[in-house]
């Protein structure tokens, strides 16, 4: 599939159509973005990289905008653009943006953050010649992976950098480390770098178990796991090439944005009596693999929209993430409603928004009474007539959990249901807006074309459409 047309005239007629009118005059369903929670959420994450002296890769996969990843890169800023992508339409599609970033002199890099298949090799090195040298990194984890990456030189002129993708026991992609095939993948890599066929540039692991994570500093402990099984990884390759240059390149967004922990910036922690914060051995293993000449790299994506698995992980401070934190809502309408047709006699009601605008991916139940903790696939916002006291997510979520929920989906079709007692029931009516948390924001926005874009902190206007974000669709 071919790159998507610009998205400048599509752009302007979005906007010629949207910006000034209120979510309540809008047409349902619709996929909307708070600007005021991305961009806090988006500088959170650059500055807490720039004071821990990591760097930075941003995965644009979740959104799929220019206009996100220039938040995401820091679109004033000096430093190197590295972004991931997870289809090559992702890359095709924010070279117009690289290009940009290298006229003003900032260094980029984007990694095709999938193992790399001979049908994505002409698209690749056609983005290669583009950008030129060093600017396209690869992953591979088998050494059937590498012809295609020595294609990529042939047709480009210019080698790849390569990752090699370790699985942290998550059991997606990537070659388990200390394993016969990790040591046959070493050697085939080196044996192809110097042949001139790539470069190896680094280790890589998701750790994507941690969104199961429940507890306070559990992600941290994961992030920490991570650089400790690809510093692992490392040791090999440097006792088959004495002093090669590595980056250890971690991340899932509740890894990667626990290092945002105000613990890491002088706050007292919260640990047991006698035991020393995580934030403590973090940073003695960050000084570690610095001192054995490592770059350290994190990565992740879905951190500046955020959402409700990402609120259950409690993977950082509470005042770092809260439900006021997340960006991203899909604008719904009540279609009919059902009283009585609900546990204990409570209501259930109808909106158009079933799996194909919310996702059909749930809050892990990870609670001791199975059932007990948050199970739908969504919560509605205090927001709207009658809704503004709609109990919201605090910080016992996913365990304690109340008000309006999507209780079920289909299709097109969600179904929304009370947790809670029916005398506590907040009204609804047929033709009323509302708006929905989603429990993974990558996936909501996948049936959308464009995000609509309010701002919080336009006061007595936080309904008002201020831009639209066109999305890239396809591979």
Same mark, same amino acid.
């Given at each position: 599939m071919a790159a998507n047309p610009p998205t400048t005239d599509l752009k302007e007629q979005l906007k010629a159509r949207f910006v000034g009118r209120s979510l309540s005059a809008i047409n349902t369903p619709a996929a909307v973005l708070d600007l005021a929670k991305v961009q806090v959420n988006c500088e959170r994450m650059l500055d807490a990289t720039d004071k821990l002296k990591l760097s930075w890769r941003a995965h644009i996969k979740s959104h799929k905008t220019t206009e996100l990843t220039r938040l995401q890169v820091g679109d004033e800023r000096t430093t190197p653009v590295s972004i991931i992508t997870s289809t090559v339409i992702e890359a095709e599609n924010i070279l117009p943006l690289l290009q940009e970033y290298q006229s003003k002199g900032r260094n980029v890099n984007l990694l095709f953050a999938f193992p790399l298949f001979p049908s994505a090799v002409s698209r690749l090195a056609r983005f290669s010649s583009q950008l030129g040298p060093?600017? /396209?990194s690869v992953m591979v984890d088998h050494p059937d992976q590498l012809p295609s990456v020595a294609a990529i030189t042939h047709s480009s002129s210019h080698a790849p950098l390569v990752f090699i993708k370790i699985d942290a026991n998550?059991? *997606?992609a990537g070659v388990v480390q200390n394993s016969p095939a990790c040591a046959q993948l070493i050697d085939a890599v080196l044996a192809a770098e110097e042949a001139g066929k790539c470069v190896l540039h680094g280790v890589y692991c998701h750790a994507g178990q941690s969104y199961g994570a429940r507890e306070d500093w559990a992600a941290m402990h994961a992030l920490a +796991? =991570?650089? +400790? =099984? &690809?510093s692992k990884v490392a040791t090999l390759v440097r006792a088959k090439s004495p002093g090669h240059p590595l $980056? &250890? !390149? $971690?991340? +899932? %967004?509740? %890894? +990667? %944005? %626990?290092?945002q922990h105000p613990t890491f910036f002088g706050a007292t922690a919260a640990v047991e009596t006698g035991s020393s914060a995580p934030t403590q051995e973090? =940073? *003695?293993l960050f000084a570690e693999l610095k001192r054995d000449g490592f770059t350290l790299e994190v990565h992740a994506g879905v951190y500046p929209t955020l959402d409700l698995q990402q609120l259950a992980t409690h993977a950082r401070? !509470?005042? /770092?993430?809260m439900y006021e934190d997340i960006a991203i809502s899909v604008l719904a309408e009540v279609a009919s409603i059902y009283p009585g047709r609900g546990a204990q006699g409570t209501t259930e009601a109808l909106i158009n928004a079933g799996c194909l605008a919310l996702g059909r991916e749930p809050v892990t139940d990870k609670g001791a009474v199975p059932g007990r903790?948050? !199970?739908g696939w969504g919560i509605l916002m205090p927001w709207g007539d009658g809704l503004e006291d709609n109990p919201t997510p605090g910080p016992e979520f996913p365990r304690v959990h109340g008000g309006w929920q999507v209780g079920k989906i289909s299709q097109e079709h969600g179904i929304l249901v009370w947790k809670g007692s029916k005398e506590d029931e907040l009204p609804l009516r047929i033709g009323q807006k509302v708006r929905v948390w989603p429990n993974h924001s990558c996936i909501a926005g996948a049936c959308f074309d464009w995000y609509l874009i309010v701002? !919080? *902190?336009n006061k007595g206007r936080e309904d008002e459409v201020v831009d639209v974000w066109p999305r890239w669709r396809g591979w």
């Open positions: 060093s600017s /396209l998550y059991g *997606r +796991a =991570e650089f +400790a =099984e &690809l $980056v &250890l !390149s $971690v991340g +899932a %967004t509740p %890894t +990667a %944005t %626990t290092i973090i =940073e *003695r401070d !509470s005042s /770092l993430m903790d948050f !199970s701002d !919080s *902190r």
